[in-house]
């Protein structure tokens, strides 16, 4: 059984707490927050009051991607705001802080993920696997919504869980970019176990269908 975890960022922002209601309400469990910093990513979404706000008002569990540089800078402030979890790019740092990063994470009761974007091989982050309690698996490249699947990474999303089945078979393995019905059934095909959907989900007519054909 999967998860489906909406993106927050195709919500209608002049009626987000709204949205995020009806997402609790079409069956939804988890919220997909992506943070860009416009550096890392060229563009900028959010930030740590967002966070926040959205801890008061929902008990989604909140599934906050950091696209940003440097997260170690930044991760003790998002844990603070009430992320449940927190994955960070291993492209953002030294393999050194990446580690430092992930372990912060952990010291506040947050659980850590690392993600790969599409050019990553799954190889970059195996030393991390062991420490963390999700892997993303971008199948666009980060920082726009709405943009075509990339079915050409399922051979490295299906690696990456044979990896974690090794060390950390309870790690979940989450998929982001261009997730629809279709494409979702592909990814759990190749070992996702999390599926973000963004446009696919908040523009469907039917969103507890969505959720319900998702998860099953």
Known sequence: MAILS???????????AEDMAQTKADGAKWLHVDIMDGHFVPNMSFGYAWVKAMRKITDLVLDVHLMIDTPIKYAEEFCKAGADYLTIHVEADTPENIQKTLEQIRSHGV??????????P??????????????????????????KFMADMMPKLKKLRQMLDEVNPQCHLEVDGGVDLTTGEV???????????GSAFFGSADRAAFCAQIEK
Not at 111 to 120: Q, S
Not at 133 to 147: A, I, K, S, W
């Open 111 to 120: 659980k850590p993920g690392i993600v790969v974007k599409p050019k990553t």
């Open 122 to 147: 799954a190889e970059a982050i195996a030393q991390y696997l062991p420490m963390v309690d999700l892997v993303l698996v971008m199948t666009v490249e980060p920082g726009f919504g709405g943009q």
């Open 187 to 197: 990814c759990k095909e190749n070992g996702a176990d999390v599926l973000v959907a």
């Open 6 to 16: 909406p993106s927050i960022l195709s919500a209608d922002y002049m009626h987000f």
